[in-house]
């Protein structure tokens, strides 16, 4: 995984580390009032987790003991959250950067990005980062979709907030967002014009 994703950001793109905010008309009802975290992007395509959808009947305290991780602190509270559709079966944790290991993509100076067994590990020992979202599945797109899709009228683009992405007001953190960016979503349209 980490290969994958050091490939994808080996170039910066201009929305890696930026929050994409799914519009009203979204298409796809697996993204619809969606708030994604783009971990990376590149001309090789992008790569993002949703941090505000979350799994049904699923803590983290369920994901470690099926991992077999006996779990030193109490993760029940955790929420396990629905990070996109491609490998819906692998685990992702989105975290701040005090927690750093050589697996781990290191985003910007407020965000990094570990999918190995070592930080679910951490996690449960209460040595892992400070801050976290753990996530089952991404979302990804290929060179040149999500630019296309933004360009659609799919997706309003929106700086990154550390207090939307790891806050745990889950089903409040899409109008958040697009109160962030000064969107009242009453007003926007579904379809594209042009003037």
């Keep these: ?29 697996r993204f619809a009032k969606s708030v994604v975290y783009i971990c990376a992007h590149s001309p090789q395509g992008a790569m993002g987790l949703i941090v505000n959808q979350v799994a049904p009947d699923l803590t983290l305290t369920k994901i470690v003991a099926q991992l077999g ?14 990070g996109g559709p491609v ?27 570990t999918a190995t067994l070592d930080v679910l590990k951490a996690l449960a020992e209460g040595s892992g980062p400070r801050r976290h979202v753990f996530a089952l599945g991404y979302a990804g ?27 745990s007001d889950n089903d409040a953190k899409w109008q958040k967002a697009m109160a962030r960016i000064g969107v009242d979503p009453v007003l926007l349209s579904s379809t594209a014009g042009r003037a």
Excluded: C, K
Aim: charged share 20%; hydrophobic share 45%; net charge negative.
């Design 69 to 82: 991780i006996r779990p030193e602190i109490d993760l029940s509270h955790v929420p396990v959250h629905v």
């Design 87 to 113: 490998e819906s079966g692998r685990g992702f944790v989105l975290h701040s950067p005090d927690y750093v290991q050589e697996s781990t993509l290191v985003i910007d100076d407020r965000f990094a990005l």
């Design 1 to 29: 995984m980490a290969r994958t994703l050091r490939g994808l950001a080996g170039e910066t793109g201009h929305l890696t580390g930026m929050l994409l905010v799914a519009m009203p008309g979204m298409p796809d009802p």
């Design 141 to 167: 797109w290929a060179p040149g979709q999500l630019d296309a899709e933004i360009q659609a009228n799919g997706w309003l683009v929106a700086p990154a907030d550390e207090e939307l992405v790891f806050g």
